[in-house]
């Protein structure tokens, strides 16, 4: 079992550094461990979530009122992974498995070592690879569900739980989204990837060319990552002005959140401790004593003059827990 500890703050968990703490609180490299945390939620009747690298998290200041389960990579223990017993990733006849704990940048760095293509754009992202592919991650003209070929998960049912393997159809991944971010009660065990045959030197390239990109245009500092997600406009106006002032086409309607943000005025916008970052919009930058409260009062505000001036409803990539 586990070691179950009490009263855990979970701000220095995250990436945003915002949130109380977990009522209960325990840390698993693998999935048997995942298995055993979770009966001991079901048996004590606690509602419980499983943290991952903690980006695009917000914990309520508050805290949880549960268990909370944070998944580590197998390679910060002795401990092996359930994966065939194996190490937490390995390659199977062209297949990358992966523990769901792993982190992001691990995978990516194993296909770059295996010259597999496709993950480079993950490079720099903070969190697991269960975490991506839950909410389906992406950047740079890539995305999670590009990749995956299959998932397990566990599916909690009252008392009683299944393993089930979903094929990447079954997945319902959408923008910013799966079957498993919208069902909470599904729980990513280990995920399998396929990836195309690469030269080590143009995977290398596109990885410096990605750190580099984000280096440039994304900002330091505590903050959860995008926070927003980037809506589909059907304002005729909008659309010709962000085409007009960027040069770039709005396919299906989709323009950058931080874009309208900027052009309502919200850079370096402030609430308490947070603030919309000054080099892009989409970020709201915690300067060490924001709380979930300011941040929420400065979504809600952005968000309110969205729908007002624009008639754009903003929906947040955050996942908000403990509200």
Not at 13 to 25: D, E, N, Q, V
Not at 158 to 177: A, K, L, M
């Amino acid at each position: 079992m586990p070691d179950i500890q009490k009263n855990i703050p979970l701000a220095p968990l995250t990436t945003f550094k915002i949130g109380g703490p977990a009522r209960y609180f325990t840390e698993v490299r693998n999935e048997t461990e995942l298995l055993e945390a979770l009966d001991f939620a079901l048996e004590n009747k606690l509602e419980f979530f499983v943290l991952g690298g903690g980006s695009n998290i917000l914990f309520s200041d508050k805290g949880f009122d549960g268990l909370v389960v944070r998944l580590q990579g197998s390679a910060s223990s002795d401990q092996k992974s359930a994966i065939g017993n194996q190490e937490g990733i390995k390659l199977a006849r062209g297949i990358i498995e992966c523990w769901a704990g792993e982190n992001l940048s691990s995978v990516v760095n194993f296909a770059k070592e295996k010259q597999l293509a496709g993950m480079e754009w993950a490079i720099g992202i903070p969190g697991t690879i269960g975490g991506a592919v839950r909410g389906n991650a992406g950047a740079f003209g890539g995305e999670m569900a590009n990749s995956v070929k299959s998932v397990r998960a566990l599916e909690i049912s009252g008392d009683r739980t299944n393993i089930i393997e979903y094929e990447n159809g079954n997945c319902n991944f959408s923008y910013r989204n799966s079957l498993f971010k919208k069902n909470r009660n599904l729980i990513i065990l280990s995920v399998k990837l396929t990836l195309e045959k690469g030269s080590a030197e143009d995977i290398e390239n596109k990885m410096r060319e990605i750190i580099k990109n984000r280096s440039e245009h994304q900002p330091k500092g505590f903050s959860s990552g995008s926070f927003f997600q980037n809506p589909i406009v059907d304002n005729p106006e909008v659309l010709e002005e962000f085409e007009r002032e960027t040069g770039k086409k709005a396919l299906g309607g989709v323009i950058p959140a931080g874009w309208l943000i900027e052009e309502a005025g919200f850079k370096g916008k402030k609430i308490g401790g947070v603030m919309v970052s000054e080099k892009h919009a989409n970020f709201f930058i915690n300067n060490g004593t924001a709380t979930a409260e300011n941040v929420i009062i400065l979504a809600g505000i952005i968000k309110q003059k969205m729908r007002e001036h624009y008639s754009v409803l903003l929906k947040e990539e955050v996942v908000f827990v403990g509200f």
